[in-house]
């Protein structure tokens, strides 16, 4: 059974703190990636990576950085965090030229005070 | 940018119904794929259709893709409670990473 967890599930951060949220997969997957979701909007795409290493830019990457330090880890860092990022957050892993079903952790609600 | 967009926000039927959520989409694709997320829970595939393909089950599930119309639906015969969620239509940009639509509601009630 495919596998991704997050950590924390639940963060409250000041305004202008460091928040980092992590992922973690087991399914060996290359290729990993950062969404949030805000009513109305779907899931947008932040950031993602196809390996160890490496950090590519989505569709909405202001105010947020990335790192991949290993196969199955991969972090989202909010350096200088502000109410407009507060959502939820969502990790996934994938396979593939274009990683056809990716496989979703559970979330991290994030509320920026 | 969104890709594809389920065509509701929402629809409520009862356990045992049928129900059906359609989706369009703006570009040629290879594939669309249908998402179900469950309250507090990331979204899970159930089913991916390539563009060469007309229909595809998954028990209970039946998704149709006409590419003339670039239109998609999603069927679920013999709804149960469990089948409340929200329901993605998403496409793939190639090489990059999945669009996901605002999704449809599907509310089941005994």
């Known amino acids: 059974e495919a596998a991704v967890t997050q950590s924390p599930r639940n963060k409250v951060a000041v305004t202008g703190g460091k928040v980092t949220l992590s992922c973690n997969q087991t399914?060996?997957?290359?290729?990993m990636y950062w969404y949030r979701q805000d009513t109305g909007h779907g899931l947008r795409l932040i950031h993602y990576?196809?390996?160890?290493?490496?950090?590519e830019k989505g569709d909405i990457p202001d105010g947020y950085k990335a790192s991949r330090p290993s196969q199955e880890n991969f972090s989202l860092i909010l350096e200088l965090a502000t109410p407009s990022q507060t959502s939820v957050y969502f990790c996934?892993?994938?396979?593939?030229?274009?990683?056809?079903?990716?496989?979703f952790g559970p979330g991290t609600r994030l509320t920026v005070l | 940018s969104q890709l594809a967009e389920e065509n509701l926000w929402a629809l409520s039927v009862h356990e045992g119904e049928s129900v059906t959520v359609n989706c369009s989409y703006k570009?040629?694709?290879?594939?669309l794929q249908w998402y179900r997320q469950k309250s507090g829970e990331g979204p899970a595939q159930l089913i991916l259709?390539?563009?060469?393909?007309r229909e595809k089950r998954n028990g209970r599930l039946r998704a149709t893709l006409d590419t003339s119309s670039q239109s998609s639906s999603l069927s679920i015969t013999a709804t149960r409670c469990e089948d409340t969620a929200v329901y993605f239509c998403?496409?793939?940009?190639?090489?990059?990473?999945?669009?996901f639509g605002t999704g449809t509601t599907v509310s089941v009630s005994p």
């Open positions: 990576s196809y390996g160890a290493g490496s950090t």
């Open positions: 259709i390539r563009s060469n393909e």
């Open positions: 998403v496409s793939y940009q190639g090489g990059r990473a999945l669009i």
């Open positions: 399914n060996n997957h290359n290729n």
């Open positions: 996934a892993s994938g396979e593939g030229t274009g990683g056809w079903e990716q496989y």
């Open positions: 570009t040629s694709i290879t594939a």
